[in-house]
């Protein structure tokens, strides 16, 4: 499936979508490298259970998702059934469609189909604009500017009043960031498909931002993928409201995939990255990543678990409350 879910087919999506099983695994990847060096211990089953969690009180809102439940000593159960942990979540299969490569891409093809495949972008939204963020980045090389997004200025560590929305592809082989026009365009999206899936984002961010809030998280920014179905309704896939998908802090401290991040942007590596990225075959230009170490390693799998647990609010991991992991990480930082 990719670099950190494996994807069990049990009926493939033809004229009716089909049906299979994600397993979460405990593999993790960076900066669209692919599959890091390391596993991180129970990193699977705590994205499992979180997004499950999140897809319940989605669909309690009325929103359609391809969340069918969790599979539990292969019994299918709702969130609130578990006795244990578990990586494996049921969901309904939409076809994924790609469009041609020839001297750039060709997304024609989403004009003409009617319904029941994943739509090509990612959706991002943002709350806040934390220090490293890809937007500011492209504000400095002047792609964007903050009008585009109704503000007046942009700049790091600023909480937005209201949040907005961005867009990249999802089906290309280096993602890009899209304009409005763009992204509603090569999805084949009219007028009011466009603004209904920008109002799906704003409500999906507003259920995440209040129930991590409760645990003391900030949710900084996230991103959600949509298909539609085959009545051409949107439906929210792949995953939700995890620590991969999402940036969360608790208390100025990065707790998501990004503490990840952090890590490697101080090795020469990620300078390898930066210089390469985007040139065919960057990946064997790069090299092997380095390895995390031990104490990375042992806190990485605290911080999931610790998620997993005041997010969630059941007690599946027997961890250390996440406020005592990010003063251990603190400190060891």
């Known amino acids: 499936m990719g670099s950190v879910k494996d994807l069990i087919v049990i009926k493939e999506p033809s004229e009716k979508l089909g049906e299979g099983i994600f397993e979460f695994s405990d593999r993790f990847s960076v900066f669209d490298y692919g599959e890091m060096p390391d596993k991180i211990e129970g990193k699977g089953c705590s994205l499992c259970l979180i997004s499950a969690f999140f897809f319940e009180k989605i669909e309690d809102k009325g929103m359609k998702t391809h969340y069918l439940g969790l599979i539990?000593?292969?019994?299918?159960?709702?969130?609130?059934?578990?006795?244990?942990?578990?990586?494996?979540?049921?969901?309904?299969?939409?076809?994924?469609?790609?469009?041609?490569?020839?001297?750039?891409?060709?997304?024609?093809?989403?004009?003409?189909?009617?319904?029941?495949?994943?739509?090509?972008?990612?959706?991002?939204?943002?709350?806040?604009?934390?220090?490293?963020?890809?937007?500011?980045?492209?504000?400095?090389?002047?792609?964007?500017?903050?009008?585009?997004?109704?503000?007046?200025?942009?700049?790091?560590?600023?909480?937005?009043?209201?949040?907005?929305?961005d867009f990249s592809t999802k089906l290309e082989d280096i993602d890009r960031y899209l304009s409005y026009e763009e992204a509603k365009n090569i999805a084949g999206l009219s007028d009011s498909e466009f603004e209904e899936l920008k109002n799906i984002t704003l409500e999906i961010n507003e259920l995440i931002t209040r129930e991590t809030s409760k645990v003391g998280l900030e949710n900084e920014d996230g991103k959600i993928e949509m298909a539609f179905d085959v009545d051409r309704n949107f439906m929210i896939v792949d995953a939700v409201g995890t620590p991969d998908e999402c940036r969360f802090s608790f208390d100025g401290f990065e707790v998501s995939k990004e503490f990840l991040r952090i890590y490697y942007r101080k090795t020469e590596w990620f300078e390898r990255v930066k210089r390469y990225k985007g040139l065919p075959n960057w990946r064997e230009l790069v090299g092997r990543p380095p390895e995390l170490t031990k104490d990375i390693k042992r806190l990485s799998s605290l911080i999931y678990k610790s998620l997993c647990n005041e997010i969630t609010g059941r007690k599946f991991f027997d961890v250390p409350k996440l406020k005592e992991i990010v003063k251990e990480f603190r400190e060891m930082l």
Request: aromatic share 8%; no cysteine.
């Open 72 to 165: 539990e000593n292969e019994k299918l159960k709702r969130f609130d059934e578990l006795e244990g942990v578990t990586n494996k979540m049921r969901i309904r299969l939409v076809r994924v469609i790609r469009p041609k490569k020839e001297n750039g891409y060709d997304y024609s093809i989403f004009k003409r189909e009617r319904g029941n495949f994943l739509l090509p972008l990612e959706i991002i939204y943002r709350n806040k604009i934390p220090e490293g963020s890809s937007l500011l980045r492209r504000i400095e090389k002047g792609e964007v500017s903050p009008k585009d997004f109704g503000l007046k200025e942009i700049r790091a560590g600023m909480k937005l009043e209201r949040p907005i929305i």
